[in-house]
């Protein structure tokens, strides 16, 4: 247990420390993001790129713990496909990110790039293959793998599309990975439980510097980076034992509010005839915003709305009750 404060601690000093460099480098690349008075609200040009400094002190926490402990390496070396996938398919989401925050990819260039990483975790095996729903379970068969597919797209975008505060992606992604290392510790996943705390204090480090005013964000690299890491985890973190059975009430309610507000987007810009693609102004940060909420109030009241879900997935886990 020791091992799992450990890595989050390592893995926040880490953030801590090479956050600076990476925000100097950003602003001399050009890779800002600059106020539009629409949809863009600060009042100075800030750097992105925050979430290159969360895979270098994510990354970085792995290996130091591989060659640190004995102990750790053993429980590594059953999941060594999956930490490969993880660390390919980190590395690609960063990049397709960072292309975004740089040039401005368009939607479906953007998609692609996902689907592109997704299919890297895909490639060493995860996938849904069953699920079950409140004791009944349901063979997913040729649908596997376009579950699995469509369950990490939509985390990638939940948090992409939620990013839009100083702070509250970042906010968000350390109590989903605080709740998705609880259910890991569980159920006996170690291997997860480890990677998540190391992404919650990798996020907590970038938080110093994330929480309003923020001097750097995320940017599309680092929310993309979070939902991909923290929806592989989700799914891994929620097996029935051994088997390949995802408790689908477990993921669902850990990721209930990201997923309603991206699935609201969806549904808001179909029936106003728009594309999907298209940004607007009705996401939920936009309507705390529109009630006078700001950036503290903004945090606290949506990382709590998450809060209370994920306590509840952690709470049916505990006590063997999906309801």
């Known amino acids: 247990m020791n091992l799992y404060y450990a890595s989050a601690a ?7 420390c090479v956050t600076p460099p990476v925000r100097a480098l950003a602003r001399r690349f ?10 863009k609200l600060h009042k100075h040009v800030i750097p992105l790129g925050g ?18 402990s004995k102990s750790q390496r053993a429980v590594f070396a059953g999941d060594v496909w999956f930490l490969v996938g993880t660390g390919a398919s980190a590395g690609t989401i960063c990049l397709v990110g960072l292309l975004d925050d740089r040039f401005g990819l368009r939607g479906r260039q ?33 649908l596997a793998i376009p579950f699995t597919l469509i369950w990490l797209l939509g985390s990638i975008n939940a948090l992409n599309l939620l990013d839009g505060a100083d702070g509250l992606a970042s906010t968000v992604g350390i109590v989903l990975s605080i709740s998705i290392a ?33 001097s750097i964000f995320l940017g599309d690299a680092g929310s993309m980076l979070i939902g991909l890491t923290l929806g592989a985890l989700a799914i891994r973190g929620s097996l029935k034992g051994s088997t390949t059975a995802v408790v689908l009430a477990v993921p669902a309610a850990i990721w209930a509010i990201p997923l309603f507000d991206v699935s609201m987007a969806i549904v808001r ?3 106003t005839g728009r594309s999907i693609y298209v940004t607007d102004r009705g996401h ?7 009630r006078g ?23 049916s886990v505990y006590m063997h009750n999906e309801a």
Request: hydrophobic share 60%.
């Open 10 to 16: 390592i893995a926040f000093f880490m953030c801590l």
């Open 182 to 214: 609880a259910t890991a510790i569980l159920t006996g996943h170690r291997t997860e439980a480890f990677l998540a705390l190391a992404m919650a204090g990798a996020l907590a480090g970038f938080l110093v510097y994330n929480s309003p005013p923020a």
């Open 30 to 39: 050009g890779i800002v993001d600059r106020p539009d008075k629409h949809r």
């Open 110 to 142: 953007k998609l692609f790039g996902q689907i592109v990483a997704v299919s890297l975790f895909l490639l060493t095996g995860l996938r849904i293959e069953s699920l079950q729903l409140l004791g009944f379970p349901i063979e997913l068969g040729l």
């Open 284 to 290: 939920l940060h936009h309507l705390a915003q529109r």
């Open 269 to 271: 810009r179909r029936l």
């Open 51 to 68: 979430g290159i400094a969360v895979l270098i002190a994510f990354v970085a926490t792995v290996l130091v713990v591989i060659a640190l």
């Open 293 to 315: 909420l700001g950036g503290w109030s903004m945090m606290f009241v949506i990382g709590g709305l998450c809060a209370v879900t994920a306590t509840a997935a952690v709470i």
